[in-house]
């Protein structure tokens, strides 16, 4: 299912009230778990609404999913965690808004890891969902239901929120592109924050077109984030099969120890397609990556710890029979309300900011990511990419590595350095290992969006 | 009292502001219901995120310039981590490192003489909600919170420990409110526009924080009772422990509250929501439009009027006041506005719990003229001063309605009634004659002239004076004839 | 290392109520993710933190007073209200 595809549909004379219904028949008898909140009601008046008025807009008509971490105005917004069950935001997030002006139809929210902390998606207290391409596999994390969903052919776009690598991972173990724009590109407000510095939205398609389209919609200057930016360019139109003046980076850092061979071949095999289409490659080196784990988990871990404290459960969310002290009240609530990841990084990160500590911890992550950060520029400047495996094995097994925290975090390696230097970064799947699909990462420089974007295009033709 | 040591944190709002410091919800919420000033950002909702207001940021480099601090070159947004259910986020957004100015300093004048109060650092935080106890905090059942304050900029300026009395924590206060007046960044007049947490400490004893006061007479009353009950314990044998007290406005006495974090556990860290900012290129700007400040408003007042100290000193303790003096000096006698405003309205507005605005400087320059001109006493300009405030009116109206003329010397009133004698000649005539109508006539006549300000018995004394003069001329000319 | 009295602290800060078993549990997960973390000790970052991968400065909106939501969505998913307010539990 991709946005091409239903346009033919339409002009075939195939209704958008058709379309929805089959998608929620699709999703209600689906053994995916993708979908945490249908907004079937909200959905279906707008394919009506589109009908009767005709598809206007850059998605006119098209479904999309939305990753429960974000926003949504009436329809309830969890993050997949027992603390905000029920809540029903009373504001549209700054990418539904746009989504909705370019008449894009809302069919729910999407399942993750609780509060986007994980790398498979069994957290989330709605139950873990399940990898298309092999049932008793994980859909990776922590958009693990967006990309299922994608990949499942129950909608042909979604969103999902990348803090050290939730869109690309899932895009990955699932076989579907995913990006994460350069941090600033994509505005954050209404993006439940997990890790406000590292953190991006960023779009998930079965085609690395349909990406473009999706993130020309929600990219752009607003001036309710402070961090954002205007953007350069229109991602969709600047597509194109040519990459003769594609110079790729090869970081050898980042096809070390624990990378699967099969996944090390595809990769391989993806670099020698692009240079038989005319790029080049060069081999080089990105010194600090092996501080990149341990810089991530401190920063995300202690902004996270400050981010979660919000949910005491008086304005909104989970709140027990009767009060006790206020103290207590709330200690209650956050015991019964975070799933045990969630309240293993809030500790570990209330730590890692204590007085005494912060120089050690999160200070020094902070350095520390200051040289990760010039790694990639001085990479970046006689190169516009760097390709490296996006996981670095396929998809595991549900239940596999959830009883051990630390082996779950490694996982992210390949991913992480990404988020601390704010660069843009696609996974585009790349053969097989077996029958699990293995994603090939491309990464660019601060918004050269349109170059990843191309390269990826590139790539996804000469498989074809 | 021996030994006390007295540092404050004071936290003014910057209500003067339209809108929230990171939000755009209106500021002007005091005569509203609870919960409708509000918005995802104030609420802390998940998703929200923080915008600075730049005129708050404005406004902060003003205070910090006119207390005299230094400016730093860039300062920026921190997380505070604590709990506490009026606070929407767990985390309040102030500052730490980097505040926007530092090792600032006001001058005290007090009994003692003039004392200069250090302040360590003047830093910009968002407000929280405000919580209703039902009943006293201590009894309460449970709380109720109205978020429609949470986000509203405060300015949190710190001071040394450098008081040494209740009575100058107060005057403290007080100067400072009035130089933030002066900057309009600040109306002391709203509910919650003002809260202090001092910290006290008696000779060389462990300090107690008393936390959130929010008046400025509650201050000096929460230090006393803080004086008093730490000296109890000391003298009964007890070590004063370090801790944060809640001081009950109603009961007037001070409270522990130990769940609360301290210092340590704050855990700030950079508000990664927030980028930083560069305030030392807009310094200069800010610094052409700072206005004339209360001390050198003092000063000039005594320059440029030749008022005394005293009177400059009343003068400028409201702008208002202030202003108005000077619009009422330009027409009168400076000196004579100075004591008559300084001395006596102020003194009528304040038995009144009235500000200046409500008397017209207009109204002000005719009292004055009027008792230049002595055709109105000390004590009539009172009664008009104080009927004006009470009931309204103009002080010509109120002269005329009240009778409020001064009674005329014998020498005027004599003129006067020469006057009215030649010009009613045939009436003095029949008075002569000894007829009651023309007397009553003439009477009119002097009262018509004088306003009423004669005492009837004189202008009768008078008349019958210039009828006995009439007939002894008649007499002489009869004899000479 | 840090203690099962230090989780203690940390769940008390947190405000997250552990038992007995989840202290235990944790002080040593906590540990061993540390241990981890230690590998930041080997780096010489002898340079400025990156608070921003962007380095913007001064971003501001004006002093301009907009729309708030009505008190009914402010309200709206509160668990617990009262009058037009937010009820919470005792202070004290």
Known sequence: ?464 | MKDVIIGLEVHVQLNKLRSKLFCSCSTQYHDSEPDTHTCPVCLGLPGALPVTNGKAVDNAIKVALALNCNIEEWTMFYRKNYYYPDLVKGFQISQYDYPIATNGSISLETEGGERTIRIKRVHMEEDPGRLVHVGTIDKSKYSLIDYNRSGVALLEVVTEPDLRTPKEARLFLNKLKNILEYLDVFDSSLEGSLRVDANISIAGGKRAEIKNISSYKGVEKALLFEIVRQNNLVRRGVKVVQETRHFDEVRGITISLRTKEGEEDYRYFPEPDLVPITIVDRVDDIKKTLPELPDAKRQRFVLQYGISDNHAKVLISELGLANFFETVATEVDANLSATWIADVLKGELNYRDLDISAFSPGHMVQILQMLKKDTITENGAVQVIRTILDEGGTPLDIVERKGLQPKMGAEASGNITLRVIEENPDAFQDFCKGKNEAMHFLMGQVMKETHGTVDRSTVIELLNKSKKEKLQNASDNHREA | MITKKTVDHLGWLARIKLTEEDKEKFTDQLNSILDYFEKLDEVDADVPPTHHVLGLTNVFRDDVAGQSISQEDALGNAPKKERGYFKGPRIV
């Open chain 1, 1 to 464: 299912m991709n946005v091409d595809g239903i346009r033919e549909m339409f002009q075939n004379g195939k209704s958008v009230e058709e379309l929805v219904h089959s998608i929620f028949d699709k999703i209600e008898h689906s053994k995916l778990n993708a979908f945490v909140t249908l907004a079937k009601e909200s959905a279906l008046e707008e394919a009506r609404r589109v009908d009767k008025h005709g598809a206007k807009g850059m998605l006119g008509g098209i479904p999309i999913g939305i990753k429960d971490s974000i926003s949504t105005k009436g329809i309830q917004t969890t993050c997949c965690s027992k603390i905000l069950e029920g809540y029903i935001p009373p504001y549209d997030a700054h990418v539904i808004e746009r989504l909705k002006a370019e008449g894009a139809i809302i069919i729910g929210k999407t399942n993750m890891d609780e509060f986007a902390m994980g790398t498979s998606t069994e957290t989330s207290c709605f139950g873990p969902t399940r990898n298309p391409w092999d049932l008793i596999r994980v859909p990776g994390g922590s958009s693990g239901g967006s990309a299922a969903a994608v990949a499942g052919g129950e909608v042909p776009l979604a969103l999902g929120s990348d803090t050290g690598g939730s869109v690309r991972c899932p895009a990955s173990f699932c076989g579907v592109v995913g990006l994460k724009p350069t941090y600033g590109l994509v505005s954050r407000y209404g993006l439940v924050a997990y890790a406000n510095s590292l953190e991006q939205i960023g779009p998930f398609a079965g085609n690395v077109k349909d990406v473009a389209l999706l993130l020309d919609v929600i990219s752009g200057y607003d001036p309710r984030d402070s961090t954002s930016v205007t953007k350069k360019c229109e991602y969709l139109k600047e597509l194109r099969e040519d990459v003769s003046d594609v110079k790729i980076g090869v970081p050898g850092e980042f096809f070390g120890e624990g990378i699967d061979e099969k996944v090390e071949k595809a990769v391989w095999g993806g670099i020698k397609a692009l240079e038989d289409r005319g790029a080049s490659y060069t081999e080089i080196s990105l010194p600090h990556t092996k501080y990149s784990l341990a810089a991530y988990y401190i920063i995300a871990m202690s902004e996270a710890s400050s981010n979660l404290a919000r949910f005491d459960g008086l304005r909104y969310g989970l709140r027990l029979g009767k009060d006790k002290d206020w103290h207590t009240t709330f200690s209650e609530i956050k015991a019964q309300g975070f799933g045990e990841e969630v309240k293993r990084r809030i500790l570990l990160g209330t730590y890692a900011l204590s007085a005494g500590y912060y120089g050690k911890y999160y200070l020094k992550a902070l350095k520390v990511r200051t040289l990760i950060k010039r790694d990639f520029e001085s990479a970046l400047k006689d190169t516009n990419v760097l390709i490296t495996p996006t996981m670095p094995f396929p998809a595991f097994k549900i239940g596999e590595k959830i009883g051990e925290p630390l082996a779950l975090y490694l996982a992210d390696v390949n991913t992480v350095p990404i988020n601390l230097a704010g660069v843009p970064s696609i996974s585009v799947p790349c053969g097989f290992a077996g029958k699990l699909p293995i994603g090939m990462q491309i990464i660019g420089r601060h918004f050269d969006e349109a170059t990843i974007l191309r390269t990826a295009y590139a790539f996804e033709r000469g498989m074809k």
